[in-house]
């Protein structure tokens, strides 16, 4: 992570081909194209890549999650369980549907706990989203049978964990439905773009046509297309595709890459008897996009942030301190500050946010520091990274102690 370190020959062509061909629009134009449909063909990769019979490209990973609560027919006053860990997205998209964020504590694989998740559970509750936070998962098989127990959609959005895998499974192609981004720093990327992933023909006849404005994509002629129900704008661009294309075939090689690195740090890491790694579930790996380590408290953690920031060593979040990723600086969605009225149901659905604490998340979240894994990164580059990294971690622990 992320591909664009990697951006080459390969990326060039593809966009190459489509401004020398000129249709930048996934839809219509079909004399135009020369036989050029990027945005098709990178479906068609993606549906090999995450082993899934259907795959709807979008212009981001968070309309990848709207779209995707959209076609389960998630909407006004419904619940949905997510963790308190995750990117913003995550309750933009479901607020976006008129519904409401139920937020609960994450555990050691720094997802969703199980326990919290089955706690949570009210007769309002439609769907779970797990959040595939810096390459790894959650327990799958404990919520695959939670939502089976309660008839809940399982949406898992796997935009940080691109490549990872659950018993043999793409992460994404476990649940009813998968989210992808392809922003600019994920492991692929398009520029901006997302995918989402499913098994189920309804679903994916409801993604296709509610990511165009409803259009039913039937024929060639897009003004007497028909409209079965009302969508929005979620399309991605033939350019944007295009780089994705080229990004998808090196998906394998980025992997590697993402692996060797990671494997080097973790082992130089692994001396320090006082860190442990987050806990990656029975048959599931890694994408190896991040190496996730916990140290004893929160304020050891803050001393290790702060001294590897000083030692130079970039890409090493705390994310306790950071204002995106982790309920305690979302002020904004626990004071409800939207530019635009919202419902009186969605208000109260979230009074909860006002009292409700997250001791258990605080103590995964405060102790915990993930490091990016870059692809560009030399070996001699990644072991000098490794020493810095165990000299500033070992810094921290001794001035605390
Ligand atoms: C877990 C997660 N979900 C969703 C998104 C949204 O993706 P995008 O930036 O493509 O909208 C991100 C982006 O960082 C993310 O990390």
Same mark, same amino acid.
């Given at each position: 992570?992320?591909?664009?370190?990697?951006?080459?020959?390969?990326?060039?062509?593809?966009?190459?081909?489509?401004? /020398?061909?000129?249709?930048?629009?996934?839809?219509?134009?079909?004399?135009?194209?020369?036989?050029?449909?990027?945005?098709?063909?990178?479906?068609?990769?993606?549906?090999?890549?995450?082993?899934?019979?259907? &795959?709807?490209?979008?212009?981001?990973?968070?309309?990848?999650?709207?779209?995707?609560?959209?076609?389960?027919?998630? $909407?006004?006053?419904? /619940?949905?369980?997510?963790?308190?860990?995750?990117?913003?997205? @995550?309750?933009?998209?479901?607020?976006?549907?008129?519904?409401?964020?139920?937020?609960?504590?994450?555990?050691?694989?720094?997802?969703?706990?199980?326990?919290?998740?089955?706690?949570?559970?009210?007769?309002?509750?439609?769907?779970?989203?797990?959040?595939?936070?810096?390459? @790894?998962? $959650?327990?799958?098989?404990?919520?695959?049978?939670?939502?089976?127990?309660?008839?809940?959609?399982?949406?898992?959005? %796997?935009?940080?964990?691109?490549?990872?895998?659950?018993?043999?499974?793409?992460?994404?192609?476990?649940?009813?439905? *998968?989210?992808?981004?392809?922003?600019?720093?994920?492991?692929?990327?398009?520029?901006?773009?997302?995918?989402?992933?499913?098994?189920?023909?309804?679903?994916?006849?409801? %993604?296709?046509?509610?990511?165009?404005? *409803?259009?039913?994509?039937?024929?060639?002629?897009?003004?007497?297309?028909?409209?079965?129900?009302? $969508?929005?704008?979620?399309?991605? @661009?033939?350019?944007?595709?295009? &780089?994705?294309?080229?990004?998808?075939?090196?998906?394998?090689?980025?992997?590697?890459?993402?692996?060797?690195?990671?494997?080097?740090?973790?082992?130089?890491?692994?001396?320090?008897?006082?860190?442990?790694?987050?806990? &990656?579930?029975?048959?599931?790996?890694?994408?190896?996009?991040?190496?996730?380590?916990?140290?004893?408290?929160?304020?050891?953690?803050?001393?290790?942030? +702060?001294?590897?920031?000083?030692?130079?060593?970039? *890409?090493?979040?705390?994310?306790?301190?950071?204002?995106?990723?982790?309920?305690?600086?979302?002020?904004?969605?626990?004071?409800? +500050?939207?530019?635009?009225?919202?419902?009186?149901?969605?208000?109260?659905?979230?009074?909860?946010?006002?009292?409700?604490?997250?001791?258990?998340?605080?103590?995964?979240?405060?102790?915990?520091?993930?490091?990016?894994?870059?692809?560009?990164?030399?070996?001699?580059?990644? +072991?000098?990274?490794?020493?810095?990294?165990?000299?500033?971690?070992?810094?921290?622990?001794?001035?605390?102690?």
């Amino acid at each position: 992570m992320p591909g664009f370190e990697l951006f080459g020959s390969a990326e060039r062509k593809e966009v190459n081909d489509v401004l /020398e061909n000129g249709v930048l629009m996934r839809y219509g134009f079909d004399g135009m194209r020369n036989g050029h449909w990027k945005a098709k063909e990178l479906e068609t990769e993606l549906q090999s890549a995450f082993k899934s019979k259907h &795959v709807q490209l979008v212009s981001s990973g968070t309309a990848a999650v709207s779209v995707a609560l959209a076609v389960a027919g998630i $909407g006004a006053g419904d /619940e949905v369980i997510m963790p308190s860990f995750t990117f913003v997205a @995550s309750f933009e998209a479901i607020m976006m549907m008129g519904a409401i964020p139920v937020l609960v504590d994450i555990d050691d694989t720094l997802t969703l706990d199980p326990k919290a998740v089955e706690k949570a559970i009210s007769p309002k509750t439609k769907a779970i989203m797990i959040v595939h936070m810096c390459g @790894s998962m $959650g327990d799958m098989e404990a919520l695959q049978n939670i939502c089976d127990a309660h008839n809940l959609v399982l949406i898992e959005d %796997a935009c940080q964990a691109i490549g990872g895998t659950y018993k043999g499974k793409p992460l994404g192609s476990i649940g009813d439905l *998968g989210c992808f981004s392809f922003d600019f720093v994920k492991t692929i990327t398009c520029g901006e773009g997302g995918a989402v992933i499913t098994d189920n023909k309804q679903y994916y006849i409801n %993604a296709d046509h509610y990511s165009d404005h *409803g259009h039913d994509h039937i024929g060639n002629d897009r003004g007497a297309e028909d409209h079965p129900f009302m $969508g929005y704008n979620f399309r991605i @661009s033939e350019l944007h595709a295009a &780089v994705g294309l080229a990004q998808v075939r090196r998906l394998p090689d980025f992997l590697s890459i993402q692996q060797k690195n990671y494997t080097i740090l973790r082992e130089a890491l692994s001396e320090i008897p006082e860190i442990t790694f987050r806990t &990656v579930p029975e048959g599931g790996e890694e994408n190896y996009g991040f190496l996730n380590f916990f140290l004893p408290e929160l304020e050891i953690a803050r001393k290790a942030s +702060k001294n590897l920031k000083e030692a130079g060593v970039d *890409g090493c979040f705390h994310y306790y301190d950071n204002n995106w990723h982790y309920i305690r600086k979302w002020d904004h969605l626990k004071t409800l +500050k939207t530019l635009y009225p919202i419902s009186e149901e969605v208000k109260s659905g979230l009074k909860y946010l006002q009292t409700k604490t997250f001791e258990q998340s605080d103590h995964f979240i405060g102790r915990n520091i993930s490091c990016l894994i870059k692809l560009s990164w030399t070996e001699e580059k990644v +072991k000098l990274r490794a020493t810095a990294m165990v000299k500033a971690v070992t810094s921290a622990l001794k001035s605390v102690k």
